[in-house]
């Protein structure tokens, strides 16, 4: 522990803690960075068919539950997103991209996806590769934090921290941006453990075996795992559902990161060491 006690008078002292280790900030960035690749070439391939059904199979022409498409022609292309039904005009974000001048029907803009041209051939061997070394860095880190008592000293939460009363309390402090201080910046408050904890044993494990689902050798081999989640194309439909809740917990990530104090969760999360104040005695 480092003590960066400044001269007396007007601040508390901060303090330095260990908080992460070296094995959960490698896997860390890592995953960051793997995620990044395989949201933008997920897109690509989603690309190819912007289309997403529930059952077994499922085509242009067959009704479905969600769709980014484009209607018109020429300089009269329009995107849109169809939801159950409901049909949201998109022009200018999603359904049409300018490519060489032309307006043309493409689910996601080319800055989105890898590669930037369509290629369905080339995003898919981004996925798969860096969806293996996501699943190979993922089980390291549940591994090793696993052997460490991680999730059991730091991440499970409490039975008076599960009360309706604590989490309402919690969702307010952190509505009115209200975060942690002194002591109980020590420790994870209740919100986040339940949200690591959905993300790492369920949204992420739920992402990959959707992901195996998709793939003819995975389910000639195992005919069973498709029946699971209701048909290839439910998987397909959940993959792409759990993909969009994980982009959505990393924007509340860093919305939380810079709210709550940029370079000491940044440096936490490099240095493994977090600053929080401490008051003197007496005082």
């Known amino acids: 522990m480092f003590d960066l006690t400044r001269p007396a008078g007007h601040r508390p002292r901060t303090i330095l ?3 992460h280790s070296l094995v959960t900030r490698l896997t860390h960035w890592l995953n960051a960075f793997c995620i990044c690749i395989l949201l933008m070439s997920g ?34 292309m329009k995107g849109q997103v169809s939801v159950a039904g409901l049909r949201i005009p998109t022009t200018g974000v999603l359904g049409v991209s300018d490519v060489d001048g032309q307006p043309t029907g493409r689910a996601f803009p080319t800055w989105a996806t890898m590669p930037s041209a369509q290629d369905i051939a080339g995003g898919r061997h981004w996925h798969f590769f860096f969806a293996w070394l996501f699943v190979i860095n993922g089980t390291i880190y549940v591994v090793t934090s696993a052997l460490r008592r991680h999730f059991s000293r730091d991440l499970a939460p409490t039975r008076a921290e599960l009360s309706p009363r604590h989490l309402w309390h919690e969702i307010v402090d952190h509505a009115r941006l209200r975060f942690a201080k002194g002591e109980e910046a020590r420790h994870y408050n209740a919100l986040q453990k339940l949200t690591y904890l959905s993300v790492i044993f369920i949204l992420l494990p739920l992402m990959v075996l959707t992901g195996l689902t998709m793939s003819p050798g995975i389910d000639a081999a195992f005919p069973w795992l498709p029946d699971i989640f209701g048909g290839r194309q439910s998987a397909r439909t959940i993959h792409f559902i759990t993909a969009s809740l994980i982009v959505l917990f990393v924007v509340v990530h860093l919305v939380m990161v810079v709210l709550s104090g940029t370079w000491n969760n940044i440096r936490s999360m490099i240095t493994g060491r977090y600053g929080i104040e401490q008051k003197e005695p007496g005082e």
């Not at 067959?62 to 022609?73: E, H, S, T």
Request: hydrophobic share 40%; charged share 15%.
């Open 17 to 19: 803690i260990r908080r």
């Open 43 to 76: 897109l690509q391939i989603f690309n190819a068919h912007s289309e997403l059904y529930w059952g077994q199979s499922g085509q242009y022409g067959d009704p479905a539950a969600f769709a980014i498409d484009a209607v018109g022609q020429g300089a009269d």
